[in-house]
């Protein structure tokens, strides 16, 4: 077998980043027989472009992360509206639960439609 076939395989913390964007970027009703995993961040982006959403936004992704991620503490997550590019700038900072180093993940998002 060539070594490129273990090559796309995460491990530790990248496998728990992966999984925190996979949560956030999942919508309900996505994943078969199990239609309540995932969050409702992209119903809000169809909302006006605000403080209030960015508050709403920070809350989901709160909450989705608590419910489904028992693996992380979230440490700060940070949601500001980007005017020019007409979506939100998201930062999102967590523990393991067994480390005491910090993990950071950084997404975009904005309406498809």
Do not use: C, H, W
């Not at 490129?4 to 992966?18: L, M, P, S, V």
């Amino acid at each position: 077998f060539p070594v490129t076939i273990f090559e796309d395989i995460k491990t530790n913390e990248y496998a728990i980043a992966a999984s925190v964007r996979n949560i956030i970027m999942t919508n309900f009703g996505e994943r078969r027989f199990t239609p309540r995993f995932g969050s409702d961040v992209f119903s809000q982006l169809f909302e006006p472009l605000d403080d209030m959403t960015a508050m709403n936004i920070k809350e989901e992704i709160i909450a989705s992360i608590a419910n489904y991620e028992p693996r992380v503490k979230i440490d700060f997550v940070n949601v500001v509206p980007n005017f020019n590019s007409d979506g939100f700038d998201v930062t999102i900072r967590f523990y393991l639960l067994n480390s005491i180093k910090p993990i950071t993940t950084a997404l975009f998002l904005q309406r498809l439609r």
